[in-house]
């Protein structure tokens, strides 16, 4: 009997471990709208509310992205679009994208529909810091 449970653990964890390594990677083409973002900008403070964003994945190959990113902050005279490429880490869990015009964002891929993407951008003449939670538009 203990033999039996031993051999069904065993096979088990090999179908398991074939199954996590097997994980396919995420597709992310389409319009994603920010639900959630707060951040601070140089001589503009602290911002969230009142902003409007969204990104675009326009094409993916692989792990590989480009599209844009458009947002506004309702108020603060802070308007813009970037267009970016990002690349999926092997974990696809994580995405790495670099703006054409300025900055980096580090995104975390919560599941098929949820991404929490973290960007800096250092130094020019707005740096700033903060984070979007990104839906993906139905």
């Known amino acids: 009997m203990r033999r039996i449970f031993g051999l069904l653990v065993v096979v088990f964890a090999l179908f398991s471990g074939t199954a996590l390594a097997q994980e396919a990677i995420p597709n992310l083409e389409g319009t994603w709208n920010v639900t959630v973002s707060e ?3 140089k001589g503009k403070d602290f911002l969230g509310g009142g902003t409007a964003a969204v990104w675009k994945f326009d094409q993916q190959r ?3 992205v480009h599209g ?25 869990k994580t995405i790495y994208i670099a703006g054409h015009n300025e900055g980096m964002r580090i995104g975390h891929i919560e599941g098929k529909d949820e991404i929490t ?21 139905k």
């Open 39 to 41: 951040f601070h900008v």
């Open 62 to 64: 692989g792990r590989i």
């Open 68 to 92: 844009s990113v458009e947002w506004d902050v309702k108020g603060k005279s802070h308007k813009g679009m970037d267009r970016f490429s990002g690349v999926i880490a092997k974990d696809n």
């Open 117 to 137: 993407m973290y960007f800096v951008v250092p130094g020019g003449k707005e740096p700033r810091a903060g984070f979007a939670e990104l839906k993906r538009a």
